[in-house]
């Protein structure tokens, strides 16, 4: 493949970009771009676009699994284990056999767990702001 001018900028744009966000930040701008596999998938007939876009929402999922620590996280990172282990195991069905999966159903625990992530860095921004104004 190719690559243009727009390219190569796009791309430093992109890395630039992901370098300067919080972690906080990277991880919501993760689920979105998990959600937007899933939307590929869910919106093409095309088998191989499927796979490759659940394959691409795993491999998401999959990282967020890895970061977790249980012994930082404590209950809330067991109930995220499990979370994940249960979107790994649809996605990995999925990828096998999309015709079959329910990807309006990945489509929107993928949602869902996004906007709850959106949700926790917004608290986490407000109470970190209260926090420097006291």
Not at 51 to 79: C, M, T, Y
Not at 100 to 118: P, S, V
Request: one cysteine or more.
């Amino acid at each position: 493949m190719m690559t243009t001018p727009t390219d190569a900028k796009i791309a430093a744009y992109t890395r630039t970009n992901m370098e300067t966000r919080s972690e906080p930040q990277l991880l919501v701008d993760l689920c979105a771009r998990a959600v937007v596999a899933a939307d590929t998938a869910r919106d093409t007939d095309d088998v191989t676009v499927q796979r490759a876009s659940l394959q691409r929402a795993r491999e998401i999922v999959a990282f967020l699994q890895d970061s977790l620590s249980v012994e930082v996280g404590g209950a809330v990172a067991v109930n995220l284990m499990r979370h994940y282990t249960f979107l790994n195991g649809k996605l990995i069905d999925a990828i096998s056999d999309p015709g079959a999966a329910d990807l309006a159903m990945i489509h929107g625990k993928l949602t869902e767990l996004r906007d709850t992530w959106r949700e926790a860095v917004e608290i986490f921004q407000d109470e970190e702001a209260n926090a420097g104004q006291e």
